[in-house]
Each structure stands twice: as structure tokens, then as C-alpha cells.
């Protein structure tokens, strides 16, 4: 994994702390969360202060997440709000760990001015047992503390100044306004000085989770009970659970396309995107890039010139056309080129993910993207933006050379314009 990290494939875009009194306050968190403390005087965080090199000092990938349920954070700066959230149990904590951070911007400005900001990501779930556990997530709340207690005081504070609103002789309580006044001098005046965050519980109906080898939930609005969808094809664990409506395995793809469908969580065909996006030439190229690294695995494949891929491409028509997924991808590329429309009931159902995104009006867009790459597991490009776990996963099988040729490519196609790419991928 070396060469991910050396390239910002893993733990990219973290906030480099080196500051003795940011250390000194990073330690307090962790002796607070009940965590040995690091001796190092660099180490970089995410937005939940999660360090590569702490975890590694620590010999635990899994100290802010020891049961894989409840999220635990530090927060040293605002800054964290815009970096990534590695290492997770649950796809929403990404989403709801930035919209926590831009809910309460003002108060953790303040906060870590001062002080550290800890605590942990309550699902009220201590542990995950058996699949009642999960499908009973459907909000979470962040506990939220500060290792030398600056926002027990300024919610005491919050506390004492609405008293005192709300008593019609509060004002001869002398007891009352000199406390008031002493912990004014800590926190500030409450009523320009945001110091409690407001916004604490989030919603999350949808999610993927890495337990029971990686499943994803969907509830729908009618709450007759939820959908799920995983890797074992009868699994004990989703038998006779309440709230379980319906399971299905990831090989289920009839009933998973019609559910996806009837539910408007998904495009069926847009040729206008297909064009645009260019979607169908990236997959068709990994997709003999691929073939090519199996047939000769010391094959250098960076810098390929196109018209020998070209021949090689004729030369093994046959090989790539194997499972059918070559010969219906350069297939519907012409019929997105022509502007056609194809009706994908009438296509293999297997192969009509290969097409398809997450309607990017639906709330639940980015994890049915995240489902959807698990149908095109040639598509490392993809599985690197929204599966990043299933990356790392295929990552490891891969061949040396084809490391140099995946790294090289998400490089130069991705991380030069990403904002853009994502865009034009996933949201228009």
C-alpha cells in the first residue's frame, strides 16, 4: 500500500499537525477517549483526527473505531471539515461528519480556539451482533466534549443567561450574575461568541456498512420495513429479523434493478450522460487495460500506444468477449454516440448496471453509486471515487505492473480536476 499512500491514493489531503501545544491537545483527547498517547511530534488527521501514524504507533488501524459501531473524533481545527474520512464502518459517516462540521461551523471556530473538541458518533448501538442491530440505525447523534472543559462551561453558561431571561427578578440574584460574569471571562459573551453546537443529531436512512461482509440498507418512505442487499446468498443472519422487508444478494440483479427502478433511485438510460461523461470509453479501456495485465502481468501498460492497443484488441476479440461485457459496452457507446435509446429490460441483467448511475436528485444518490460499482469491478477508477474500500480490496490482488498503470491512472484523470469530474459524473 506504500505506493498509494506515496501518491495520495490513501490517506491523501490530510491536515499535517506539528504544533506542540495542537499535539499536547490531540494527547488530551485521546487519554480522554481513554487511548495511549502518541510521542510523535508530527502526524497528520482526517476530519475525524484519525492519524495514519498514530495508528500505526498504536499497532490499531481501529483506535477512533474499536467496534466498528460508534465513530469516535477529535477535532483540533475547522479546517478538518473540507478533508476526507478514512477508514470507516459506515458510509454515511463521510457525509455526516461534513455536514456536522458546516451545522456548527461558528462554535467549533471558537471551541478550537481554546480547547479540543472529542467524543463520539452515537448510533445508539454498542455493539453489531446480528442484523436487527443495524436496521435499527436510522439516526445518530454527535456527543460532543472538550478536554478542558470549555463547553460544559458555555452550555452552563447558555443555561444560566436563559434563567435569567426567563426570571422576572433574576436580576437581584447577585449569586446568579457573578457566576455569569466569571464564566464570561472563559467563553465570552453567549450572545456573539457561538460557542455550543446546535446541530448535533442527523438523520441517515440508507447506508452501507461493512459488517456481515458488507451490506447496504435502504428504508423507504412508506417504512413497511427495509430492503437489504449483501454478499451471501442465504444468509442466517437475516432470517426472521424484524424490520427486515425484504433481502436480496448482490447476484439478485433482476430484482435489485426492478427495486432500484421502482423506487426512482436510478437512471435506466441516459444517453445524453453516457455521452458526456465519456463513462463507457474509460470502462471499455479498463476493462482490456485489465484483460491485457492478466494475459502478461510484466507488461508495462503506461504510455501504451493506442494503436497497438488497437491490435491487440482485434487479436483477442474473442477472449474479451468472453463474459459479454466488452461487446455491450462498445455496443451501447454507439448507441450513446447516435443519441439512440436502448430499453435495458431487454438487456442481460447483469450487464445493465454497466450503463446506469444513481439519479442525482435522490437522496440516497451516493450510496446506490457505491452499489453500483460493485457490478464493474474492472472499473477501478469508479470503485477508487465512490467504494473506495472495495479499491483498496482489489488493490491488493493486483499484479505490480498493473499497480503502476492504475496508480498512474486515477492520477492523471482524476485528481487534476476532480470537482469537475465528479460532477460530470455523478451530478449532472
Known sequence: MERLIDNDLMYGGMLTVNQPHMIARYNAALAALGIKQTKRDVISI??????????????????????GVNRRFIILSPEQGGLPVTNINFSYT?????????????????????DVVYGEIDNSTYR??????????????????????LLDKAQKLDAMVERFHAEHDSWRDNDLINEMLELAKVCGDPRSNELVPRKTKFEQRSFWTRHFGGVYVFHDEDDGGAVVIGQPDKPDFALGQPGLKRYLPLEAYEDIYTYLY???????????WLDRSDILDLRIKQYVYAAMARANPRMNLVGLDETWVKRWVRDNFET????????????????????SKVDLDEVRPDLRFLTMR???DHPDHWVVNRLLSEYVPFDFLTRFIVNKEAFYEDYQDFKSKFRDYVVHSVATTYFPQREEFLARMYEK
Open 128 to 149: 453489531i451482533d446480528d442484523l436487527e442491530d443495524i436496521l435499527s440505525i436510522k439516526r445518530v447523534e454527535f456527543i460532543v466534549k472538550t478536554a478542558d472543559k
Open 262 to 272: 421502482v423506487t426512482d433511485r436510478v437512471e435506466l438510460w441516459n444517453a445524453a
Open 358 to 360: 444513481a439519479n442525482p
Open 94 to 114: 463521510t457525509d455526516l461528519v461534513h455536514a456536522f462540521f458546516e451545522e456548527n461551523a461558528d462554535a467549533l471556530e471558537v471551541l478550537t480556539l481554546k
Open 46 to 67: 482526517d476530519a475525524t483526527g484519525y492519524s495514519p501514524e498514530v495508528a500505526k504507533e498504536l499497532g490499531n488501524d481501529h483506535y477512533l473505531d474499536p467496534d
Open 320 to 339: 474479451l468477449s468472453e463474459d459479454g461485457a466488452f461487446p455491450f459496452l462498445t455496443r451501447m457507446r454507439k448507441s450513446a454516440f447516435n443519441g
